[in-house]
């Protein structure tokens, strides 16, 4: 396998040292017997993948060479946030720009049944048999490969676990004589359907634009919010001062916040210091195990994010500063089930022990932190024998 680095940084005018690539992701081609051609592949991993020991929920985004870049970072800003979990980012590229219209309905020439099959045998394996990938499966496409997503939605339920459509088209029908809206409240309605987040999002200049596509839009609007038995949470949007393809940045957005919705992933930040609270008991395993029975598989507080009350880390710096010894050690101790390989967090640990006099367990852990520092961050070894040596 070939892996070519896909994004490296400009050069500063006044640049006096070395570049160095900053790179946010990888591409290479996979052969597919099912669709007699190499795919070309795009892939962003989770921050400090290496390190960790955790698998995580994948992101599929169809028209790759668009939209990759952008879910990427939106998806990484979230995390980073607390506002969803971590993920693999995979991105299907087209090739030949015309390749898109594969991914469109059978009516209109489209063969969605293959890439179907596509991802069933061949995609979802390959994902699943090279990175550390979850169950869990989000499905994006933008305009004609809104069809593919369409397709898997309806016809194979059960092989994503949510969908984001972007400049959806309610307009379009998938075959003669069969309105879409209707179609979809048959399918989501029906006993075995699963409760999955839909988003289906349109610019607004779409609907001013094209009289046909406002009054499907309406329509289906009407239609949702009057059905009773749909099993989906299903949402459509209208991006105000937006353009049919520009809306992907805010639909995105919106779309990952329709799965990963603020009244469960709430700012974990806390304004104030409470000395009698357990941090680390009651706000952060209980809220994260919760999150876990919720969306089917593992989530953890993000280890360092953006901001000292948003992540695992920062809420220990916080707890030093004004909180107790215990909520701090507390914290760091299950921040080490999270995350065993984190050097910060042993290294935090051999300093508590170190202060309480308890040599043994502080060279133990100081130990582990530099063997772990050499193994996933060799340029901060010698801060961390610098620490090592003054124990």
């Known amino acids: 396998m070939k892996t070519l680095f896909f994004l490296v940084c400009t050069f500063l005018c006044a640049q006096t040292e070395p570049s160095t690539p900053l790179v946010i992701g990888k591409k290479y081609t996979i052969s597919s017997s099912v669709l007699g051609e190499n795919k070309e592949i795009y892939i962003s991993l989770?921050?400090?993948?290496?390190?960790?020991v955790h698998s995580y929920p994948i992101i599929f985004v169809l028209e790759a060479e668009f939209l990759f870049n952008s879910a990427s970072n939106?998806?990484?800003?979230?995390?980073?946030?607390?506002?969803?979990?971590?993920?693999?980012?995979?991105g299907l590229a087209n090739?030949?720009?015309?390749?898109?219209?594969?991914?469109?309905?059978?009516?209109?020439?489209?063969?969605?049944?293959?890439?179907?099959?596509?991802?069933?045998?061949?995609?979802?394996?390959?994902?699943?048999?090279?990175?550390?990938?979850?169950?869990?499966?989000?499905?994006?496409?933008?305009?004609?490969?809104?069809?593919?997503?369409?397709?898997?939605?309806l016809d194979h339920p059960k092989m994503f676990n949510a969908y984001i459509l972007l400049s959806a088209h309610f307009e379009w029908q998938r075959s003669k004589n069969n309105v879409f809206v209707d179609e979809l409240i048959a399918k989501t309605s029906e006993k075995n359907y699963p409760n999955v987040p839909i988003y289906f999002s349109r610019a607004d200049s779409d609907l001013n634009d094209m009289k046909e596509v406002k009054r499907s839009f309406e329509e289906a609007s009407e239609k949702i919010k009057k059905a009773k038995n749909i099993k989906a949470n299903i949402v459509i949007d209208v991006l105000k001062d937006e353009e049919h393809y520009l809306m992907a940045l805010a639909g995105l957005r919106n779309g990952f916040k329709h799965i990963y919705p603020n009244h469960l992933w709430r700012n974990p930040g806390i304004f104030g210091w409470d000395k009698a609270y357990d941090y680390a008991g009651m706000?952060?395993?209980?809220?994260?195990?919760?999150?876990?029975?919720?969306?089917?598989?593992?989530?953890?507080?993000?280890?360092?994010?953006?901001?000292?009350?948003?992540?695992l880390t920062g809420m220990i710096h916080n707890a030093k500063?004004?909180?107790?010894?215990?909520?701090?050690?507390?914290l760091i101790h299950l921040g080490l089930?999270?995350?065993?390989?984190s050097a910060h967090l042993n290294m935090l640990l051999a300093e508590y022990y170190a202060k309480k006099n308890k040599l043994t367990e502080a060279k133990e852990y100081a130990e582990k932190a530099v063997e772990l520092v050499k193994l996933f961050n060799p340029s901060q070894l010698n801060t961390y024998l610098e620490k090592q040596n003054a124990f």
């Open 46 to 52: 989770p921050h400090k993948y290496d390190e960790r």
């Open 74 to 90: 939106i998806a990484h800003f979230m995390a980073a946030r607390s506002k969803m979990p971590q993920s693999i980012i995979v």
């Open 95 to 153: 090739g030949e720009y015309k390749k898109r219209n594969e991914l469109t309905f059978r009516k209109w020439n489209g063969i969605p049944e293959k890439y179907i099959e596509f991802f069933n045998k061949e995609l979802i394996p390959h994902i699943e048999s090279n990175y550390r990938a979850n169950k869990h499966r989000t499905l994006v496409g933008l305009s004609p490969t809104t069809g593919f997503v369409i397709e898997a939605m």
């Open 283 to 311: 706000y952060y395993k209980s809220y994260y195990d919760n999150l876990s029975k919720q969306y089917g598989f593992d989530i953890y507080p993000v280890e360092d994010g953006h901001a000292y009350g948003f992540h």
């Open 321 to 330: 500063r004004w909180g107790t010894e215990k909520q701090t050690v507390d």
């Open 337 to 341: 089930t999270y995350y065993p390989n």
